[in-house]
């Protein structure tokens, strides 16, 4: 009896001289996977230092922020290289989807034109939008006449179609070789039932119209022969 009290004394004591050290490298190998590329490096804030050629980039969590080496700066930032450090810093404006510095963008976000560093709803007098960008020193002509609204390479049959247009440009010798050809396009209505069909219906209506006329005569009664 004492000799299986003591053996049982004995495994819990060893349990609670175990767990603090399995705490330990627990956390431990928590803090060396997430500090994997990092030169100093917190549980609490990630990475704080980093390798020569690496970015240190915060990220914001809840009240904190959160450290990361990166060999490229994310969607938003530049990357600045410094004799200490290199580091992710945020482009100033919002639209700006890559930037160069903080006030040179050199991508935006979808739905903007680049010209100059800025990002822009519409391109300036005297540029023309051309994929991603405003390009400078090319003349545009006129538009011209819109296309006929189609679908699917038909011109009836859905509801709504597209219509397009273009314009040539030209330009001088600031322009680039060869000035873009400019195009627009809108939604238009089309006819929903087509001619052919139309003219299908009619057809069937003339022929189930002489069909009934066949079987049910022109619509007054006849007795058959002998009646009285």
Known sequence: MHLRLFVILTLVSNAMMLSPTATKRSAARDVSEDCRSCLVCSRENGCE??????????????????????????????????????????????????????????????????????????????????????????????????????????RCGFRWGKQNRTRESHGGQEAPLPCPTQHEIKRCKM??????????????????????RRFHGNGTTTEPPGGT
């Open 49 to 154: 230092s980093c390798p020569e050629k690496l970015f240190l980039f915060l990220s914001r969590e809840d009240m904190r922020h959160h450290g990361s080496c990166l060999h490229s700066c994310p969607a938003g930032h530049y990357g600045m290289r410094g004799q200490d450090m290199n580091l992710c810093l945020k482009c100033k404006a919002s639209n700006c989807e890559r930037c160069f510095n903080k006030d040179f963008c050199t991508k935006c976000k979808g739905g903007f034109q680049l010209f100059k560093g800025k990002c822009l709803t519409t391109c300036p007098e005297g540029t023309i939008p051309h994929l991603t960008d405003c390009i400078e020193g090319c003349l545009v002509s006129a538009w011209g006449e819109w296309s006929i609204c189609e679908r699917n390479g038909v």
């Open 191 to 212: 006819r929903k039932r087509c001619p052919e069909e139309r003219r299908k219906r009619k057809k069937g209506d003339r022929k189930r119209a002489r069909k009934h």
